[in-house]
Each structure stands twice: as C-alpha cells, then as structure tokens.
C-alpha cells in the first residue's frame, strides 16, 4: 500500500498520522499519570494532536472551515486550562499534594 | 520541495519527541517545558501547512499564555519532590497501555487504509483550484497552498464572523462563564483568597 | 530564502547581521544609559577609562567573560544554565520581523533590509516575544533561591498581565492599515496626512500621515505596555531591589548575567521599534514618500544600483534616528519615574490600560464603519 516514496513525498497522510500518534501520546499520559496538573497538560497534548489533523484537512481540502474550527478548539482548551489549574490550585490548598485520588474529596 | 520534507520530519521528530517527554518526566515542570517545546513545533507544524495566522495564534494563546499559567503554578508548588508520578496498579497500568496501543494501531491503520479517498478528493480540489487560478507552479500541492493559506486572515476573519457567528458567540458566553467560574473556585474555602 | 547560491548566502549573512545588530547596540545603550542617568542626576558617570568613558565598556566586558563561572549548590543546573542562552532568542527573533528600511535593489536582485518577511508580522512578533516569559521562569525556578523565584513569578505575572494590553491596544491599529503586514503599514504612512472619510479626502500639509495622529490613545497605551513588557522602571517589580535583591537573576553573575542583560535591552529596541512602524512612519521620512527620495536619489547618483543604495541608507539613517530618539525615552523614563507597588501595576493593567485599549478597539470599529475613513 505504502510505496517507497512514503519518506520523501510528504502528503495528508503523513499529518494525520502525526496528528494520531500525538493524540495518543497525549491519551496514555491522561490514563498512566497521576499528577493533576501534567494530566491537564496531556489534555492539551491532545487537543493539539486534533487540530493538526483540523489544519492539515483544511490545506488538503481547500476550506477555511477547519481553521475556524482551531480558533474553537484553542479557546475551549484556555477556558479548560483556567477552571482545571483554579481546581487544582484549591485542591493543593487543603491537602498539600496535587495527587488524582484527592478529586473523590471534591464534593461539597 | 526536499527542504519542505526535511522540514516535516524534523517537526514531527521535535513534536512526538517533547510530547513523549511530557509524559515520561517525573518533573512535572520538566514536563511543562516540553509541552512547552511541543506546542512552538504544532505551531511550526502550522507554517509548513501554509496556515501562519493560525500559527501565530497558536503560539500567543498556548505558548504564551496557557503554559505560562501551568509552569507558573508548578512552581508555586515546589513539587520537586514528588514521587508517584505514575499510577499504581501494575496489571491496570498493563491493559491501559495495551488499549492505548490498540487505539493508536486502528486509528493509524484507518488513515493508511483510507488513502485512496483522501488522494480522490484531493484531487479534486486540487482541479478546482487549478482551474480558479492559472498560477504557473511547479506542483499541483503549491497551488493549492495560494489559494487558500497564503494571507488568508481576512477570508478567516470573514467565515468566522459570518458562517460561524453564532460559535463566536457561544465561545463569549463560555469565556464568561469561565472566568467567573474560576474566580469563585480560587475566592473559595482553601482557595488563594479564602474568607475566613 | 533565495532563489541561487548567491542569494541565499546574503540572506544568511543579513540574519547573523540583524542578531549582531541588537547585540552591538547593548555596549553602547549602557554607556548611554550610565552618562544619561549622571546627566540626569547631576553626577559624572564613567568618565576614567577612555575618552568621555566610552572604554568602560571594554574593561567591562573583560571583567564579565573572565569571570569566575559559577552555579548555586541548590540550583538545577539544566534549568540554571539554559535560562540566559534561552533570553536572547525571543527578542532577536521578532526583531528580525522588523523592516528597517527600503528594499535594496542591485543587478536584478532584491534584498529586503529585514530578517525575514512576514504576512503576519505582528502576530509572529506577538506570539514569539510571549516566550521570553519562560527564560524568566526558568531561570527563577532553576536558582533555587527564594528571592529568584518571586521576582520570575512576579515578573511572568506581570508579562502575561500587559501582553493582553499590548495586544488589544494595536487592534485599532491594525483596523486603521487593514494588514498584518508590516511594510504594508509603512507604505500607508507615506508622505503628507491624506486621508479618506465620507468620500471626501482630506489633507494636510504640515502634518505627516503617521498613525500617531489616527490612533493617540493606542499608541500611549502600546508604549506604556511595551515598557512592562521589558520589565523596564516603573514597571520593574521583578528585580525590585529594595525588596528582592535583583529578583529572577539574584543568583547569576559574569557573562550569564550579562546575557539577561542583553535580552532586556533586546526587549527595548523591539518595542521601540514597533512603536516606530506602528505610530511613527517606519523607516520613512517625515512627510516625503520614498518614491520621491527615489528620484532625488537618482539625480544626485549616476546608475541605478547607486540610486537604490542612496535610498536604503537614508531611511535607513532615519528609522535609527527614530530608534535612538525612543531608546533614549525609555532611558529618560527609568530615570525620572519611581517604582509602583504590586497591586498599583495589576490594577493598571488590568483595570485602566485594557478597558481602555477595548474602548479604543470599539470607537476604531465604528469610526471607521460610520465615517468610511480609508488612509
């Protein structure tokens, strides 16, 4: 399937498996770490790995829309950043430790 | 044009290299410098794909903005000395990484088998736009860039303000919700500014 | 880069030229910044080594490369060393944006006197001066000094606070161009004030058509922030000294020192510049296009290679005059104006300086959607 020139002739492709492997790069360190704060950052590894794949389409497909959609994207991923870091930030008030098993104390 | 593809394996070696180093630090400000590294290749990642705007977004909000935020509060932490970065159960540690691992093999299998249709349709488009501007270019790919990512700020700034107008202001009323939110989580008991 | 060997090589060269640029003006800015700050406290200032001084500069920096290199025994040495090698790059690389003057033509070649060209100078210059927050950090954090980490959290704080600010204060200002493009803007402050607005045009003789005139309050507001964006007095609460010793760089000495140095004063050229192309006409004389030094120039020289050299280097001379004019304010400022409290700076980035750039982005948008005004 893949011919030889899959090394010198960079296409869609090429994008959208970088776009994949970063995303699951990002996925394992939300599953394996346990530290809140590099489990948001891994969330953002993600939201990255999504708009690459959103900007190679929108080169490769000759529409704007998928621009647009990384406007969204990043703004939804500072919003999450904010509340997550104000959350996490309250949590190593009372407990001196940003550990994930903290987060069953959340409620009231 | 070799340059064009040297350029992108050096990016996607910088970008998957600091992302897996996000996660494999111990140091979570370690980790933060990293992801630091992977967003400024995203954003280079951006260029190389024609759309600089969208770049230099990406390096205001991420790099110079969000991040900042995150190392900002590592440090306040001094969490240097933090041990269990890494969750415990070994044998659920195991199947998570298998799951990760399937997911990676299916998705990237699907783009590889999916070829064919995206090369269609690329060609197509790249025939419509060919044929909407008689630029002489060496390739087909070159073409395409000019119509649409070469200063395309101003067709950017068009769709967004009027196809997706309605998002725009949706993403308003998140903004503010999200910021009251987050000064009422930081003004609460335990927070940076609690009433006692 | 270039079309054959020959161009690509220049392009390289004009690169190196451009970092060069920035850090042979550092010697020099602090032996403005010491005699200036004598003057203006009616002191002497260096005036033993050399002639008025000037061979302090050498003597010092001897003393900074030889030296005892060194690191604190609590500090993480990746973080300590990477931190000053990291402060050069994000000033030099949005200087390079910059044109600093007319393109120069020779034998069918054209060199832009600019690092590199940009359609979206300014969000490249936005986005990659936003890094220079990180060096701070970093070198804070990596120390291992108490003193070091409050002055980088004060200063990051302070950085990410006034960028919003500095952003939204040339939003008016990029309504008013209609580009991102920097020559682009340049060529619209062409000449004499000229302008479009109900379908009349209106001109001014007297006046040049600088964006100073459009948009006042953007660019008092862009100077302001670029000062704390350059953690400059009255905005130097990171290196408060009264308070913190030298803030993030408590701990370092010699030559790394030196090198936090020359990304602040790399800092300042960069905001002086973009106050230059923004509000002051770029490389272009007071009220004359370049098309008509171009003419003169070719009376005055025989061929046209010599014509387009006569060009370059004369608004070349007149984008430094403007540069050293605003190097010299932000020196005349540090040295005239105290320092604020920490809550006095937030409350004014956050609560004077952006609701005020909003309201200068709002009138611009309708200004400019009632009247027409087209420069």
Redesign the interface.
């Known amino acids: 399937?893949?011919s030889t020139n899959f090394?010198?002739?960079?296409?869609?492709?090429?994008?959208?498996?970088?776009s994949?492997?970063?995303?699951?790069?990002?996925?394992?360190?939300v599953?394996?770490?346990?530290?809140i704060?590099?489990m948001?950052?891994?969330i953002?590894?993600m939201l990255?790995a999504v708009?690459?794949s959103f900007?190679?389409f929108?080169?490769?497909?000759?529409?704007?829309?998928g621009?647009?959609m990384?406007?969204?994207v990043?703004?939804?991923?500072?919003?999450e950043?904010?509340?997550g870091?104000?959350?996490?930030?309250?949590?190593?008030?009372?407990f001196k430790e940003?550990?994930i098993k903290f987060f069953e104390h959340l409620r009231g | 044009m070799?340059t064009?593809?040297l350029m992108?394996?050096f990016l996607?070696l910088v970008?998957?290299g600091s992302?897996?180093a996000?996660?494999l630090f111990t140091n979570?400000v370690y980790?933060?410098l990293s992801?630091v590294m992977?967003?400024v290749g995203?954003a280079a990642?951006?260029v190389t794909?024609?759309?600089y705007?969208?770049a230099g977004?990406?390096l205001i909000?991420?790099a110079g903005?969000?991040m900042v935020?995150?190392v900002m509060?590592?440090m306040l932490?001094d969490?240097k000395r933090?041990t269990?970065?890494?969750?415990?159960g070994k044998i659920s540690?195991a199947l998570?990484?298998i799951s990760?691992g399937l997911?990676?093999g299916l998705?990237?299998g699907g783009?590889?088998?999916s070829?064919g249709y995206?090369?269609k349709?690329?060609e197509k488009?790249?025939g419509?736009?060919s044929a909407t501007q008689s630029v002489n270019t060496v390739a087909g790919s070159q073409t395409?860039?000019n119509?649409?990512?070469t200063d395309?700020t101003k067709?950017?700034g068009t769709?967004?303000f009027s196809?997706?107008v309605f998002?725009f202001e949706a993403?308003g009323v998140?903004?503010t919700v999200?910021?009251v939110?987050?000064v009422a989580?930081?003004r609460?008991k335990?927070?940076?500014h609690?009433k006692h | 880069m270039g079309n054959d060997a020959f161009e690509i090589t220049i392009n390289l060269i004009k690169l190196v030229a451009v970092f060069l640029l920035i850090v042979q003006a550092v010697p020099i800015l602090v032996w403005v910044e010491r005699r200036g700050s004598a003057f203006i406290q009616n002191r002497f200032g260096p005036n033993r080594v050399g002639p008025l001084g000037l061979l302090q500069l050498l003597a010092d920096a001897v003393k900074f490369l030889t030296k005892e290199d060194f690191a604190p025994d609590k500090a993480i040495k990746p973080l300590f060393y990477a931190a000053p090698v990291f402060a050069l790059i994000p000033a030099a690389l949005a200087f390079a944006a910059i044109p600093l003057s007319v393109p120069l033509e020779i034998g069918g070649y054209v060199f832009r006197i600019q690092g590199y060209e940009m359609n979206v100078g300014i969000v490249f210059i936005l986005g990659v001066s936003g890094l220079a927050a990180y060096t701070i950090l970093m070198a804070g954090w990596g120390s291992g000094s108490k003193f070091s980490l409050l002055g980088a959290l004060r200063a990051s704080a302070q950085v990410i606070s006034y960028e919003l600010a500095l952003g939204l204060s040339i939003v008016g200002v990029i309504m008013m161009y209609g580009t991102f493009n920097l020559t682009e803007m340049i060529t619209a402050q062409q000449g004499a004030m000229k302008f479009h607005a109900f379908g009349y045009e209106i001109t001014s003789r007297f006046l040049p058509n600088w964006g100073i005139f459009y948009q006042p309050l953007a660019a008092i507001l862009f100077f302001a922030a670029s000062f704390a964006e350059s953690n400059r007095l009255p905005f130097d609460l990171a290196e408060g000294e009264a308070e913190i010793v030298a803030g993030f760089h408590t701990e370092y000495g010699g030559f790394k020192m030196l090198m936090f140095f020359i990304g602040e004063y790399g800092h300042m050229i960069l905001g002086s510049s973009l106050m230059i192309v923004f509000f002051f006409g770029g490389y272009g004389l007071p009220g004359i296009t370049v098309d008509e030094v171009r003419s003169w120039a070719a009376g005055v020289t025989d061929g046209a290679a010599g014509a387009s050299v006569l060009t370059t280097l004369i608004h070349f001379l007149s984008f430094t005059v403007k540069l050293v004019l605003f190097l010299w304010i932000f020196i005349w400022v540090r040295w005239t104006l105290p320092r604020f409290r920490y809550d006095q700076l937030m409350d004014l980035g956050w609560r004077t300086m952006l609701p005020w750039a909003l309201g200068n982005t709002i009138l611009t948008a309708l200004v400019i959607y009632f009247t027409s005004v087209l420069i």
């Open positions: 399937m893949q090394l010198t002739e960079v296409g869609l492709n090429h994008y959208l498996i970088l994949a492997l970063l995303f699951v790069t990002g996925m394992t360190g599953l394996l770490k346990r530290n704060i590099v948001l950052m891994s953002e590894l990255n708009n690459i900007v190679a929108s080169k490769y497909l000759n529409n704007v829309d621009q647009i990384v406007f969204f990043m703004t939804i991923a500072a919003a950043a904010a509340v870091l104000a959350i996490a930030v309250t949590i190593f008030k009372r940003i550990n | 070799i064009d593809v992108f394996w996607a970008v998957l992302g897996l996000v996660i979570p980790s933060a992801l992977a967003m995203v990642v951006f794909l024609g759309a705007f969208i977004v990406q909000v991420y903005a969000v935020l995150f509060v590592l932490f969490l933090e269990h970065s890494f969750a415990a540690g998570k990484l990760v997911f990676a998705v990237v783009i590889v088998m070829q995206f090369v349709e690329n488009s790249l419509a736009a395409n860039l119509v649409v990512n395309n067709v950017l769709v967004l196809k997706h998002g993403l998140l903004l999200i910021a939110g987050t989580l930081a609460s335990g927070g940076t609690a």
